[in-house]
């Protein structure tokens, strides 16, 4: 079978690449901060084990409604409002098991061959790769070092912009 020529333009990731090189270093006696995946190895939290363990036992084990489910997403829309100062309706919030199948959703549903994407970088490496496999421009921003943290530049970012920009990747919380 000859599969579609769009697969040439899916990228990899080079996360895993780096990982192989962590598990080698590691097994090497040396020391590793394995933060190259995203996975911050921080224990579940006590409640959350508790509610996971509850929901077992109670048969909750089955599929959830596709955007999640609703006292999750009340949750969060009142959770992010008061972060965030606005008001957010929980059927404008979606749960999702991962990032990938999303951003990949998200950026067919927009895109169109040619158009452009600003991402961030350094970020998330699916980014790139989604944004080429679905015919588009990857288009990376930068962020400064500030005495406030890493705040994207600006400057930097405008300079980017075109009439071929279609979206902009803002990655907040970054793990």
Known sequence: MKLATRLDRLGTETAFAVAATAADWLSKGNEVFPFHLGDLNLATPANIAEAMQRAVLEGKTGY????????????????????????????????????????????????????????????FPIYESQIEFNDGVAVPYRYLDTPNGFQIDLDYLKSKISSKTKALILNDQQN
């Open 64 to 123: 959830c409604p596709n955007a999640g489910i609703a006292p999750l997403r009340l949750a969060l829309a009142e959770s992010l409002g008061k972060q965030r100062g606005v008001s957010f309706a929980p059927e404008n919030i979606a749960v999702q098991p991962g990032g990938k199948p999303v951003i990949g959703k998200f950026l067919r549903s927009v895109m169109n061959p040619g158009d452009e994407v600003l991402y961030p970088n350094p970020g």
